[in-house]
């Protein structure tokens, strides 16, 4: 927020805000797979995060709604970019976030990999939609951002064909409500003019060798 009310006092120079958020703020819902695709236009539903003590989406959601509600107020330009579980190479030395997740799974450290279910998306896509939604003249309001879908158990059971010598989670988180049966259209990141997302086997295998390079694995 005091990001944006700099903004506002700079709007002579300042032509569009573009804010990332997460496929968090969208897919936690009752009904998400009744109404899939889930796009831009749908929300999480707050209630849903209350019930299944899902925090991270919960704040995600309204993080995104302040937002919103400050752009309309000082009328500010702003475009979100909305993407799903984003992997791929780290420039840190060490993984936060969502790269953390994936190393314990990968070496087995985490106790069980995560019964969730949703898109994926490898972290160049990420970038080039947040250029793409800086310097598209029809980048407006949301946009999501995400290639695959999939279950962490179908992902472990693809990388371990590939890297058997490492010895990647067996067993299934017992979390509720981040399993639900849905999908994501993305229609309207590929009228904007992105042409092709990355596939899963990319975005893990990128990971994994950016891995090994720092020593990781």
Known sequence: MNVMNSCAKSRNTVKRIVLTSSSTAIRYRFDATQVSPLNESHWTDLEYCKRFRIWYGYAKT????????????????????????????????????????????????????????????????VVAAQILAMEEPKASERILCSSSMAHWSEIIEMLRIKYPLYPFETKCGSEEGRDMPHSLDTTKIQQLGFTSFKSLPEMFDDCIKCFQDKGLL
Not at 70 to 97: D, H, Q, R, W, Y
Not at 103 to 115: Q, T
């Open 62 to 125: 309204l993080g995104e709604k302040e937002a919103w509600k400050m752009a309309v107020e000082k009328k500010l330009n702003l475009v979100v970019v909305i993407p799903t579980f984003c992997i791929g190479p780290i420039i840190c030395p060490k993984p936060t976030s969502s790269p953390r997740i994936f190393l314990s799974i990968v070496k087995g450290a985490r106790g069980s990999y995560p019964n969730f279910r949703g898109g994926f998306v490898h972290i160049d896509d």
